[in-house]
């Protein structure tokens, strides 16, 4: 006889998929869930360093420049619902990297100002899976992502903070090792991160490598 835990299994798989072909898979679905790291990627650290500059030339007759690091470390928590071995929904958390900066003043008085860029996004997000082998499996993503870039130059008084919605797209392969534990390699995209008038816009890419357990 069925139990308990196989019917509720089953009625939200049938509920959440909608076809005949989730409810045959109910055996195989569970949530999961996981970590990873890697590294972040700013595509155009040159725009975020052009409107600061502007910024302080226009706001505060500063002239400046701004040189920021164009990767940093990045990690990330995830968990979703995989509803058989071709779909799943997950939602996830990233810190896309705090990338450095240098901004130096020339004038009206010679200075160096450190500065800190944060990039932080959250997400929801489609995953598509392709068996290749016993185990192996092609992984394809596509979502929305809430990112949040915060801006930190103490020295020029300068701290914007802008937070948009924008598509995230994304490519892995995951092995798992059995039903329970698996690992992740992924490449993930985030469009535009930031505000062309006020902090600079980028895409940022997100490089990891991380494990998920599944319950």
């Not at 509803?83 to 130096?104: I, P, R």
């Not at 598509?128 to 930190?152: I, Q």
Request: proline share 4%; aromatic share 10%.
């Amino acid at each position: 006889m069925m139990n308990n835990k196989n019917i509720v299994r089953l009625t939200l798989s049938a509920l959440l998929c909608g076809g005949a072909q989730c409810v045959l898979a109910a055996d195989d679905a569970g949530w999961y869930v996981g970590a990873g790291g890697g590294r972040g990627e700013l595509k155009r650290p040159g725009s975020f360093g052009q409107v600061e500059t502007g910024i302080l030339a226009q706001t505060r007759g500063v002239i400046s420049t701004t040189m920021i690091d164009s990767h940093e470390t990045a990690w990330k928590i995830f968990g979703g619902y995989q509803f058989n071995d071709n779909f799943a929904v997950e939602a996830a958390y990233h810190d896309l990297g705090s990338f450095k900066g240098v901004t130096t003043i020339t004038a009206p008085a010679a200075s160096v100002a450190p500065g800190k860029w944060d990039a932080t996004a959250g997400s929801l997000a489609a995953v598509g899976m392709y068996p290749l082998v016993k185990g192996l499996s092609l992984m394809g993503k596509a979502g929305l992502a809430v990112t949040d870039l915060k801006v930190s130059v103490p020295g020029a008084l300068y701290s914007p903070s802008v937070t948009r919605v924008q598509p995230l797209l994304g490519v892995g392969l995951k092995y798992e090792f059995n039903k329970t534990f698996g690992v992740r390699a992924e490449f993930e995209r985030f469009n535009n991160v930031g505000d062309g008038s006020d902090t600079g816009q980028s895409p940022i890419h997100f490089w990891s490598l991380g494990a998920q357990v599944r319950f």
